[in-house]
């Protein structure tokens, strides 16, 4: 007669057998494991605009739970006894008018995320606050407040979901780390410090070692290089990987960071041991934040917005950049909300950090507040703000809260003396200014030499300012019925797509040549001065064109006159005759290299006497060699007409380019890329050829 173990599922031939299982581990195992289960509950789906530490409050009136795990869509209770389980499976339970989906757990329940399908990218997961999943919210005929309450209830990281999900990651952190660095300290930064984060967002780790770091290897072996501390660490993380997975590093980027993801709470992480000036930045926007109790709800509304249409995120507006920017308009006379941020470091002894002012004065005296405007308000202003931006010849700065011309940071000397810092930084050689030369240029408030949004793409800035116009019409429409329906009408509305464009214009302004060239006005008498700078220029100019869209993009270009009483002619050998005869002349462009693909990956050592034509010639054929090595399909077709049109009154150039014969996201891909790179080429190189006395 066999023997047979019902928590098990088990049969044994004979007693001893039977009662050696009973009194083993893994039997003990097994039923504690069935305990567990009898005394527990899963509930899944669960309803999105409800948080988690309501769920806990109202389990807890049903009976005492011994621990819970919260899932992105379930939640596992565990009751200290059995009875309140059975309870709640045996009667249908509401919860704020929604009947819960309430099912007995089972084993395979604690197995619902395994490691091989967790989402560890380093991009914040939507998930539980995608759009979808929290419509409903706006759909009810209730007030905007109560909207907007629930709205930041159910997108929010809370105070206890941080203490439960992200601190454990530093705890444990900081006590691994303080076997190899003994004087460590590990902070959190980023939005989880300064309130602005979402659920599931990323974590931001600094690691101050307590040692100094330095930049290059040092003859003294002891010492720690940046280098150094990536090897240990990453040593230190792969033998815990029940701890940590998909450890990622990236020790050439402007911060050196490494990306990992924290198994047992499954937060991504990026951890840094450079450059500090990431918490004092924290600390100042949550500063920021504190000074009016309508900003945290404003802030967190446009974030989720420029979210939801993609308008921030990895390779778009960072989200410290679009914090700025809306500090930048609550910083302007007619809102007055928040002061110039230099007000705040006045009233204090500098902390300086890498030649930069990094703290500032909490207790600092501010004139009272006087803006009473309602969230929705604000939020109409900040739209219709930057709808009608000059994004393209502004540089915003926080520091004071004023808008400034590119011009004025290239004279340097003539910025405003609370701007010392940056023009002590400039006068050094060999550091580099801050680029203003893009589609949008936010000064960092410390770093003042930074432009945080040098990465941002030309075509987000126009999706950007579309959106902040249909904002804009939104917020003026739903004013009307005490903007009820302003959220739900804002994240509805998509703009309609355009129709693919079959040209695009370049211009090219002598501008900053001859500001350049004025320092050679002592060599040269006004006439001839006046006859570079007309005649000459634009021959300089063609030529730099047509040696880009031959060498850079790899085109075959064939010259043409573009006179209107004659057929066209083509131009075997041109002269600067042919740039002082004609005011057009066009370009034909037969391409079959996709050359602006994969260029960002190139790693090339440049000679430092090569001109910008010349690196980017080089970076061009190395994309190509790329491509044949590893037998992507680089070719494509590109046949486009450029004609080169010239502004005697303006001094200027406009390219314009359409298409002839290709296909059109091709040509729209080559539009992208040739709006910024082409400009960028003919100033650079421009200026080192003045400087090396180089002339066509």
């Avoid at 795990?69 to 565990?78: A, N, Q, V």
């Avoid at 995120?313 to 910083?331: E, H, K, P």
């Avoid at 850079?552 to 057929?567: H, I, M, P, R």
């Avoid at 002619?569 to 002269?575: A, P, T, Y």
Wanted: charged share 25%; glycine share 4%.
């Amino acid at each position: 007669m066999s023997l047979h173990c019902n928590i098990c599922l088990l049969n044994f031939q004979d007693n001893n057998a039977f009662q050696g299982h009973l009194g083993g581990k893994k039997h003990f195992k097994k039923v504690q494991q069935a305990e567990i289960v009898e005394r527990s509950i899963v509930v899944s789906p669960l309803p999105k605009w409800i948080q988690g530490r309501q769920f806990i409050n109202f389990f807890q009136r049903h009976g005492k739970i011994k621990q819970h795990k919260i899932g992105p869509d379930y939640l596992i209770i565990e009751f200290c006894d059995s009875k309140s389980a059975e309870a709640l499976l045996k009667t249908p339970v509401w919860l704020h008018n929604k009947k819960l989906n309430i099912k007995r757990r089972t084993l395979q329940d604690d197995q619902r995320e395994p490691k091989s399908t967790k989402q560890n990218s380093p991009i914040e997961t939507e998930g539980q606050i995608s759009y979808n999943n929290i419509k409903q919210i706006f759909k009810s005929k209730t007030t905007f407040d109560n909207q907007l309450a629930v709205f930041l209830n159910t997108i929010q990281l809370t105070d206890e979901e941080i203490e439960e999900r992200y601190d454990p990651i530093c705890t444990k952190l900081n006590m691994m780390f303080k076997v190899v660095f003994p004087r460590c300290t590990t902070y959190k930064f980023g939005s989880t410090q300064t309130g602005l984060s979402f659920k599931n967002c990323d974590l931001d780790i600094y690691v101050d070692i307590g040692e100094p770091i330095y930049e290059a290897e040092h003859e003294l072996r002891d010492v720690w290089t940046m280098s150094k501390i990536f090897r240990v660490v990453k040593k230190m993380l792969y033998r815990k990987n029940y701890v940590f997975s998909n450890i990622v590093l990236i020790p050439r980027a402007k911060t050196p960071i490494i990306k990992f993801c924290y198994v047992k709470t499954d937060v991504s992480c990026d951890i840094s041991f450079k450059n500090m000036l990431g918490i004092y930045k924290t600390y100042l926007i949550k500063h920021c934040i504190s000074l009016d109790s309508r900003l945290k709800p404003l802030m967190m509304l446009i974030k989720y917005w420029a979210r939801h249409f993609k308008i921030s995120g990895t390779g778009r507006i960072s989200n410290f950049a679009l914090v700025l920017i809306i500090i930048f308009y609550l910083q302007q006379p007619s809102v007055n909300i928040i002061p110039p941020l230099m007000k705040l470091q006045e009233t204090c002894n500098p902390q300086v950090i890498n030649g930069w002012q990094a703290n500032f004065d909490e207790n600092a005296t501010l004139p009272p507040i006087t803006n009473k405007n309602s969230i929705p308000q604000l939020l109409h202003g900040f739209f219709l703000f930057y709808a009608s931006f000059m994004f393209k010849s502004q540089v915003i700065c926080t520091l004071d809260g004023m808008t400034r011309a590119e011009s004025e940071f290239e004279d340097f000397e003539s910025l405003p003396e609370y701007m010392h810092r940056y023009k002590e930084y400039a006068r050094h050689p060999d550091n580099i200014k801050l680029n203003t030369n893009r589609p949008i240029c936010v000064q960092d408030p410390i770093e003042l030499s930074h432009n945080i949004t040098a990465c941002t793409p030309y075509l987000l800035l126009g999706t950007f300012t579309r959106y902040c116009a249909i904002g804009s019409e939104i917020c003026a429409t739903t004013s009307k019925d005490g903007y009820r329906d302003l959220l739900d009408t804002l994240f509805g509305t998509v703009l309609p797509k355009k129709p693919p464009k079959n040209k695009f214009i370049i211009t090219i302004s002598a501008n900053r040549f001859q500001q350049v060239n004025k320092s050679n006005d002592s060599k040269t008498n006004a006439a001839e001065n006046s006859k570079f700078t007309q005649r000459d220029w634009y021959f300089t100019v063609f030529n730099i064109v047509k040696d880009i869209f031959e060498k850079v993009f790899k085109l075959q270009v064939e010259v043409l006159t573009a006179d209107v009483e004659a057929k066209q002619q083509k131009i075997e050998m041109l002269s600067d005759v042919h740039t002082g005869k004609y005011e057009k002349l066009v370009l034909h462009c037969i391409g079959s290299h996709c050359v602006w693909r994969n260029r960002k990956i190139i790693s090339v050592v440049f000679d430092t006497s090569l001109s910008s034509l010349e690196k980017e010639t080089l970076i061009s054929e190395k994309v190509i060699e790329n491509c044949g090595k590893t037998s992507e399909t680089n070719g494509i077709k590109l046949d486009f007409i450029c004609t080169f049109e010239k502004k005697t009154d303006l001094q200027k150039v406009f390219l314009t380019i359409n298409i002839k014969d290709c296909d059109d996201n091709v040509f729209q891909e080559f539009a992208c890329f040739a709006k910024n790179k082409l400009p960028e080429i003919v100033e650079r190189t421009l200026i080192h050829m003045q400087q090396f006395d180089k002339w066509y």
